[in-house]
């Protein structure tokens, strides 16, 4: 295989590994890194939960001595900055690497091809640039916290045969069936945050966690849209608040004693000014990333996916089809402007299906 066919295959599995942390290393990129010499793999590592060791410095030990004149396949270029821990440039010239090929630039300004100009004072060759796309796909949420100051938002909803997300009566009805549901259990992991309005949390009691066996400690942050402050303090989701995080974003003249009682509970409540058309969603984009989320999974019902779909920031939509109909009365999935907003769009095209059981599953792409 050329050399590179040879960047090509590594840098992919990178890439693969990085895709570990997805979910887990906020307010870090999840970062895959793979040390390489004569073509065997010495060492490979991936972000840590909780952003800590970093995916350089994990591959870098394990490949121990053996890594100096190797090459050092990375998804986003190494930060060259002292944080909570000494720079990856540092450790990478310490080991005696010989070779970084790195998929894409880092837009931290305390980054910004600082990285790359470290490694080649140090006479370390850079190759920057393959797998770019796939590496921005799977940094999307970091590089819009650095750039736009908000998370990478990706809308998920289940929609019927005939286009309803509800029966008439508000009561819960699967749409989907057991495969498609693992599936949303998967993107859940995956998030940082998870995001409903108070309609769903009202008439679904939901835990917002990840049920697939042995991932319940990688469930995302539960975020809810409560204006008048309505969350029950019995619900599923404040009884497991001191567990897995819930965070609450309530209009600015929300009862004062129902703040106290939530925070009682180990509910984070967090007032945001209100419109006619409910929370300023910026705001609380703004302040989801200023705590350090990169990737936020909305899952509420027809109404918070048509206000996201209206106010412009999906990044990324998972309609999931159902094969039954729910029938006359039902609840519409999207209102007309949320729909034109999708459908019309040529900024969020369709760029995939794909079936799953009897189910469809259609995702869309911000260009």
């Given at each position: 295989?050329?050399?590179?066919?040879?960047?090509?295959?590594?840098?992919?599995?990178?890439?693969?590994?990085?895709?570990?942390?997805?979910?887990?290393?906020?307010?870090?990129?999840?970062?895959?890194?793979?040390?390489?010499?004569?073509?065997?793999?010495?060492?490979?590592?991936?972000?840590?939960?909780?952003?800590?060791?970093?995916?350089?410095?994990?591959?870098?030990?394990?490949?121990?001595?053996?890594?100096?004149?190797?090459?050092?396949?990375?998804?986003?270029?190494?930060?060259?900055?002292?944080?909570?821990?000494?720079?990856?440039?540092?450790?990478?010239?310490?080991?005696?690497?010989?070779?970084?090929?790195?998929?894409l630039i880092d837009p931290n300004p305390r980054v910004a091809g600082e990285g790359y100009a470290?490694?080649?004072?140090?006479?370390?060759?850079?190759?920057?640039?393959?797998?770019?796309?796939?590496?921005?796909?799977?940094?999307?949420?970091?590089?819009?916290?650095?750039?736009?100051?908000?998370?990478?938002?990706?809308?998920?909803?289940?929609?019927?045969?005939?286009?309803?997300?509800?029966?008439?009566?508000?009561?819960?009805?699967?749409?989907?069936?057991?495969?498609?549901?693992?599936?949303?259990?998967?993107?859940?992991?995956?998030?940082?945050?998870?995001?409903?309005?108070?309609?769903?949390?009202?008439?679904?009691?939901?835990?917002?966690?990840?049920?697939?066996?042995?991932?319940?400690?990688?469930?995302?942050?539960?975020?809810?849209?409560?204006?008048?402050?309505?969350?029950?303090?019995?619900?599923?989701?404040?009884?497991?608040?001191?567990?897995?995080?819930?965070?609450?974003?309530?209009?600015?003249?929300?009862?004062?004693?129902?703040?106290?009682?939530?925070?009682?509970?180990?509910?984070?409540?967090?007032?945001?000014?209100?419109?006619?058309?409910?929370?300023?969603?910026?705001?609380?984009?703004?302040?989801?990333?200023?705590?350090?989320?990169?990737?936020?999974?909305?899952?509420?019902?027809?109404?918070?996916?048509?206000?996201?779909?209206?106010?412009?920031?999906?990044?990324?939509?998972?309609?999931?089809?159902?094969?039954?109909?729910?029938?006359?009365?039902?609840?519409?999935?999207?209102?007309?402007?949320?729909?034109?907003?999708?459908?019309?769009?040529?900024?969020?095209?369709?760029?995939?299906?794909?079936?799953?059981?009897?189910?469809?599953?259609?995702?869309?792409?911000?260009?």
């Open positions: 295989m050329s050399v590179e066919g040879d960047d090509l295959r590594f840098l992919r599995l990178a890439l693969t590994l990085g895709r570990r942390g997805l979910g887990n290393t906020w307010p870090n990129p999840a970062v895959g890194a793979v040390v390489v010499k004569d073509g065997i793999v010495l060492g490979r590592g991936w972000t840590q939960p909780g952003g800590r060791p970093h995916a350089e410095t994990e591959a870098l030990r394990r490949a121990g001595q053996e890594a100096r004149g190797a090459t050092l396949y990375v998804t986003l270029e190494p930060c060259s900055h002292h944080g909570k821990t000494p720079p990856c440039t540092d450790a990478i010239v310490a080991a005696g690497i010989a070779r970084v090929v790195s998929a470290r490694l080649e004072a140090a006479g370390i060759a850079v190759t920057e640039g393959l797998c770019a796309d796939a590496a921005r796909r799977d940094h999307a949420g970091h590089i819009h916290r650095i750039l736009d100051g908000r998370p990478h938002v990706m809308l998920k909803l289940a929609i019927s045969a005939d286009g309803k997300a509800a029966p008439a009566d508000g009561k819960p009805v699967s749409i989907t069936g057991e495969e498609t549901r693992a599936q949303v259990h998967r993107m859940r992991a995956m998030s940082d945050a998870i995001l409903v309005g108070i309609g769903t949390v009202l008439a679904d009691d939901p835990a917002l966690t990840c049920r697939l066996p042995g991932m319940l400690r990688v469930s995302p942050v539960r975020v809810v849209l409560d204006p008048a402050l309505r969350l029950p303090v019995q619900s599923r989701l404040v009884s497991g608040a001191r567990d897995i995080p819930v965070w609450v974003f309530s209009a600015e003249d929300a009862s004062e004693d129902r703040e106290r009682l939530l925070g009682e509970k180990g509910v984070i409540v967090t007032r945001v000014t209100a419109g006619e058309r409910g929370l300023d969603l910026n705001a609380i984009l703004r302040a989801l990333a200023e705590r350090g989320i990169t990737r936020l999974m909305v899952e509420g019902g027809p109404k918070v996916a048509s206000s996201f779909l209206r106010a412009d920031l999906v990044d990324e939509a998972v309609l999931l089809h159902g094969p039954v109909p729910i029938g006359p009365g039902g609840v519409e999935a999207l209102d007309w402007h949320a729909r034109e907003a999708l459908t019309a769009s040529r900024g969020l095209p369709l760029i995939d299906t794909e079936i799953i059981g009897a189910d469809r599953l259609d995702r869309y792409e911000r260009r």
